[in-house]
């Protein structure tokens, strides 16, 4: 465990019980039968008043009126719905997550993404403690170059090669090959290690993670009548995803991880993976994984086959 508190996942967060579920036919109808129920009350008390016998035409006049009130009604059950998930770290996005983000005394960086952001207020209550906690050293880090850095491990005598009294901060840079420029580096240090900011004691290092290369290739197998690219595009997006979510500090990509990106797991959708790269023959070791590396997708090769 790397912090104090239990980080909660706000991606699996359930959306607030406030938020309203609508429709515009579920509108539409509620305001019609009300205009229905209206118009029969008032021929009760004046019989004179035609009956509303229209409803089945397509030119019927209430039912236009009533199509313009309910889309302007949806509206502004929308907008409420908005303005719930606004107050909320969570789902709120862009300038409303300024808002929130900064109840927690965290202003966004220039360029700095939502999710950055985001996780950089969940942080904020790790850097109270002046005692030296992970959390607060990741906080302090990440908040050095918010929009330079993807992931930043920390780490202390735990961990093999990380001596007593040494606190390693690990960074891993935004760049697509996940280089961290040495300007980055300096600004977590000058973040993080000078006398009168770090804590008592702690010899802090700064070091750029050890990043572990390689390549998607393999030939999807698929069934007769399917359409191979159709499949192959949908195919690279998962793997493209897949190999996003694994460009971390210790996160491993793994063989299975893989195959299942490629649809090993749907066999409707592909029947068997030819793969060349990053795994062949036998050897099928985990890439990354380590507490200082990380793994980075350099590229995805795909092609197709019709099965035989």
Known sequence: ??????????????????????????????????????????????????????????????????????????????RVNEAVLATSLAFAIRGDLDVVAANYQTPRAVGESDDSLRLRAQLAWEALSRGGSYGGYEYDARSAAPADIADVAVHGHEVAGVSRGEVRIVVLGAAANGAAATSVLSRVRERVAPRH????????????????????????????????????????????????SRQKIGAPVTFAGVMAALGHDDAHLVLDIEMRAPWAGGTRAPIGGGPFEAPVCASIHLDWRVAA
């Open 1 to 78: 465990m790397s912090a104090r508190f239990d980080r909660v996942n706000l991606s699996l967060l359930a959306p607030p019980a406030a938020l309203e579920a609508w429709s515009f036919e579920a509108i539409l109808d509620a305001r019609f039968e009300k205009f229905l129920d209206y118009w029969a009350r008032e021929r009760a008390n004046n019989p004179n008043l035609p009956q509303y016998d229209v409803t089945s035409l397509h030119g019927n006049p209430g039912a236009w009126h009533q199509r313009a009130d309910a889309y302007r009604e949806g509206l502004v059950r929308q």
């Open 197 to 244: 900011l770090r804590k008592v004691n702690d010899r802090v290092t700064i070091v750029a993670a050890d990043i572990r290369p390689y390549a998607i290739d393999a030939t999807l197998v698929i069934p007769r009548g399917a359409d191979g690219a159709t499949v192959r595009a949908a195919q690279y997006d998962r793997a493209l995803a897949y190999a996003a």
